[in-house]
């Protein structure tokens, strides 16, 4: 017999939690065809609210729910990565408490599986209910990433993705502190199938993902998956000094020829704004992969746990 690891992050769901979990069940009667078994995860990511209490009175009707409580929150990608370590399953499937993924794909995905694919993930082909300008940033996001990095990072791809245990060791593998896992997911490779399906908004409670929380998020994953920014400097750099070079030989000649005198400060001033601020942007850059270098040199745990059932 097989069996099927759902690993579940939580952050403040208390109404969630067990509406997940019948949601679940209703479309797990697959399971008992493909002669499967099921183990649910709910990591508690430092929830402030019910959480906890609320999954452990599901541990207590149903043994194949596990808990695992972390000390604070430590963020999805953290939680995520405790699900993956602590999942038995050959197959592992990652999802979101909210039902924003929806539970109805789990037979597709797994007949995918059966087919012969290591993963099949997940991406939303319409953003509704989402506010405009967060969807406008999001696509630039994902065509910037496109130019500048060599990882596959797919547009719209949500977290919900189906795996065989070969993947799952491939992502544990990847010990990295700043983790951006739909980078990781594509760095690792192996056949993915990508199902598409439209948005589904929340079914309870709120998102913990702001406007400047995913702008900082999308930081961390340019910086985790790109080394270009940091040849902008060198490409700047060369820019400047061609334009300098050029403005030097037409001054010397205007004076040769024409014998006017050079003028102007305020040529003068906006061109040391300019320069000056171009080289804070560089030094900010720098500064970015420096301070990812040196969390990553410091090797703290990716989490900690504070209670596990
Ligand atoms: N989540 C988490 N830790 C956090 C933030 C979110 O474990 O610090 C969980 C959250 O409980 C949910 C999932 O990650 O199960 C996705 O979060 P959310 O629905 O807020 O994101 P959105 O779907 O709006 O992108
Ligand atoms: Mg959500």
Known sequence: MGLLSVVVPCYNEEESVSLFY????????????????????????????????EVKKLCGKDKRVHLISFSRNFGKEAAMYAGLEHAKGDYVVLMDVDLQDPPSLLPQMFAYIEEGYTSVATRRVSRKGEPPIRSFFARMFYRLMKKISRTEIMDGARDYRMMTRQMVDAILSMQEYNRFTKGIFGWVGFETKWLEYENVERARG?????????????????????????????????????????????????????GDPVSGWPSLVCIILMTSGVQFFCTGILGQYLAKAYMEVKRRPIYLIKEEL
């Open 22 to 53: 019948q949601e679940l069940l209703k479309n797990c009667s697959f399971l008992a065809e493909k002669n499967l078994e099921l183990e649910l995860l709910y990591i508690d990511d430092g929830s402030k609210d019910r959480t906890a209490e």
């Open 206 to 258: 709120e998102t913990k993902w702001n406007f400047w929380r995913l702008l900082l998020y999308s930081l961390d994953g340019i910086t985790a998956f790109s080394t270009v920014p940091l040849m902008l400097a060198s490409f700047v750099g060369v820019f400047f000094c061609v334009i300098a070079f050029a403005m030097i030989i037409f001054i010397i000649v205007r004076k040769l020829i024409f």
